[in-house]
């Protein structure tokens, strides 16, 4: 079946260090990718989403590729802050199903020290 | 614009006690609506899922259920909590053809 499999935490870098955080995916078709990111005691929200191959999405200087070839999705910002400390779950969508299930990674911590 | 809610945030309850968490969505007609759990320091479980008013589908099988009495709102009970029912609970609301969710606060369950 479709899985999401991302780096395993935690992560901890300095502030204005680069981060990548690796993540893979199968699936049989073509889904949609997501980073959501869950700051602590909160609920998920959607940080930034790709729907099809060589797609970039991009938000408060986080980006990530959609790589068919690779099937993965990495997520990067050139210069992190403390306030990015938080838990990134890479998901997938398969596509336009009426139920529109999403698949989650495992989730990753990131601390990023001042 | 859409908003979601549930309630309460937290609550603490004793073992064998019923359960019943709401999530409401505003701003929107006919959504997916989705009940996760997330154990400590885990990722998220998918639990239940609904398509509609009394359309439900279980992803695991529990002691929980869920409900949709309308068209925006769900609810998700147990007639009797188990310590294993700790945990943080997620509502979670996509349009109906797209698959992106988005996602409630969350209620931090305690069974004690």
């Known amino acids: 079946g479709d899985s999401v499999t991302q780096m395993e935490g935690p ?29 602590p005691g909160e609920g998920l929200q959607l940080l930034l989403k790709a729907t099809k191959a060589d797609d ?7 980006e990530a590729t959609y790589r068919k070839e690779t099937t993965s999705f990495h ?15 890479c998901a997938s969508a398969a596509g336009y ?8 990674g495992s989730g990753t911590r990131l601390s990023i020290r001042p | 614009s859409q908003t979601i809610h549930q309630w309460p945030a937290t609550l603490v309850q004793p073992v064998g006690s019923p359960l019943s968490l ?52 769900f609810i998700l009970s147990s007639k009797k909590l188990l310590l294993s029912d ?12 797209r698959g992106v969710q988005f996602f409630g606060p969350g209620t931090r369950l305690t069974v004690l």
């Open chain 1, 75 to 89: 997520l990067e910002k050139g210069s992190v802050q403390v306030s990015d400390s938080a838990v990134y779950f």
């Open chain 2, 86 to 97: 700790s945990g943080f609970y997620l509502c979670a609301w996509s349009p109906a053809d």
């Open chain 2, 22 to 73: 709401e999530c409401t969505v505003e701003g929107t007609s006919n959504p997916n609506l989705y009940w996760y759990r997330q154990a400590a320091g885990r990722g998220l479980q998918l639990l239940f899922y609904s398509v509609g008013i009394g359309q439900i589908s279980s992803e695991v099988p529990q002691n929980l259920s869920a409900s949709r009495p309308q068209d925006r709102q």
């Open chain 1, 11 to 39: 992560v901890t870098l300095s502030e204005e260090a680069f981060l990548t955080i690796n993540c893979t995916y199968t699936a049989t078709g073509y889904p949609s990718l997501f980073w959501y990111v869950q700051y």
């Open chain 1, 56 to 62: 970039k999405g991009s938000n408060k200087g986080f």
């Open chain 1, 97 to 104: 199903s009426s139920a529109s299930k999403i698949i989650f």
